[in-house]
């Protein structure tokens, strides 16, 4: 007797193929969620990195503030350093290497538009004399309002932020640096000044949608007070 074989129908091989096509789309789906999340949590974790150094950097930056008492040779050692107009905040420290390497401006600020913006630092070369202190300065004050290109080479991005406040903690209580209850800013070319607060507030308004969002407030007091620091 003849033996007749049977193959597979026309509509059985698309149906196959169909639901070949589908599991294939499926497993790419899973594939590319993974790759997504794996992304996505190695941007965050970059983000809460980055906004880490620049909390270490803040408060290496206050402890190495310049001493705040008057020297009788003008070209020794600088004065007292610390400003904040609203928009910036200065301030003159020693250098991380050694005293003789001389002393850095560093300024702090937030440029941006429409709750969308960045947490920057500015840092200029090792200084040696009140004159290049001076010009150093005014380029801090220049670069966080209008910064050309030469400023920007200087500076470091460091956190998403909305927004961010500056608080002094003075006669036991916190004020804000630009009221009249505070008095003049410290001054680092002469003229009226005042004593460095004996702390200051740092309050970050982190973005949604970053490694951490909402208020962030870190306090910082001078090291010299030691004990319990927070």
């Not at 020297?71 to 050692?77: F, H, K, S």
């Not at 003789?100 to 090792?126: K, M, Y």
């Not at 962030?216 to 004990?227: E, F, I, Q, S």
Request: no cysteine; hydrophobic share 40%; proline share 7%.
């Amino acid at each position: 007797m003849r033996r007749t074989t049977r193959g597979f129908t026309l509509i059985e091989l698309l149906v196959a193929m169909g639901v070949m096509a589908l599991m294939a789309m499926m497993s790419w789906q899973g594939l590319d969620g993974m790759h997504r999340a794996q992304s996505q949590t190695a941007q965050r974790a970059d983000e809460l990195l980055a906004l880490q150094a620049g909390l270490s950097q803040w408060g290496a930056d206050l402890d190495a503030m310049v001493d705040p008492t008057p020297t009788r040779n003008d070209d020794a050692a600088p004065p007292p350093v610390l400003d904040w107009d609203g928009r910036a905040l200065r301030l003159v420290r020693r250098s991380a290497m050694t005293a003789a390497d001389g002393w850095l401006v560093v300024a702090w600020t937030r440029r941006g538009n429409q709750g969308a913006g960045q947490w920057l630092r500015w840092q200029s070369p090792p200084l040696k004399n009140r004159g290049a202190l001076q010009l150093a300065w005014q380029k801090a004050a220049l670069w966080a309002q209008n910064p050309g290109d030469e400023e920007r080479q200087h500076e470091v991005s460091l956190a998403a932020l909305t927004q961010w406040q500056i608080f002094y903690y003075r006669n036991n209580g916190w004020s804000n640096p630009l009221s009249a209850s505070t008095g003049p800013s410290a001054n680092p070319f002469g003229g009226t000044s005042s004593a460095p607060p004996d702390g200051i507030r740092l309050v970050l308004t982190l973005p949604p949608g970053h490694a951490l969002a909402g208020v962030l407030t870190r306090d910082w007091v001078p090291p010299a007070y030691g004990g319990s620091r927070s």
